[in-house]
């Protein structure tokens, strides 16, 4: 299924806009838990690794997105030797003509024209 194009670049936004903000929220993080909060290297460290193995994954999960996207957007042709299928006539289909109300007649409200022109439903 081939998402919008509006979608994909927010997707290659996200792409961008999720390193650079979630670096920045990382040293942010690591600059209170050490000069406010008192915490040791250690502790520092860890939470450093966890923070930047979910901006990793966060950003697998957008390349996956994207790659899938770019995948199944693809046109796909033929090869030169194969004819293709012939296309098929489409009809348009409108209203038939029965439910279409003359131009002289006045309407007066949508509800009590939508309910003229409907067809009971038997209830159950």
Known sequence: MKI???????????????PIAGIGLIIGLLTVMKRELGF????????????IALLVLTE???????????????VKTGKPGKQNLPERE??????PE????PMGQ????VTEHTTRTLEAVPRK
């Not at 040791?40 to 923070?51: N, S, T, Y």
């Open 4 to 18: 919008p194009e509006s979608s994909f670049n927010l997707l290659i936004g996200g792409l961008l806009a999720v």
């Open 60 to 74: 697998l999960g957008l390349l996956w997105l994207v790659w899938t996207n770019a995948r199944h957007g693809r």
């Open 98 to 101: 029965r439910r279409i109300d």
């Open 106 to 109: 006045p309407i007066q409200s």
């Open 90 to 95: 489409v009809g348009l289909r409108g209203l």
């Open 40 to 51: 040791r290297d250690e502790m520092i460290g860890i939470m450093a690794l966890l923070c």
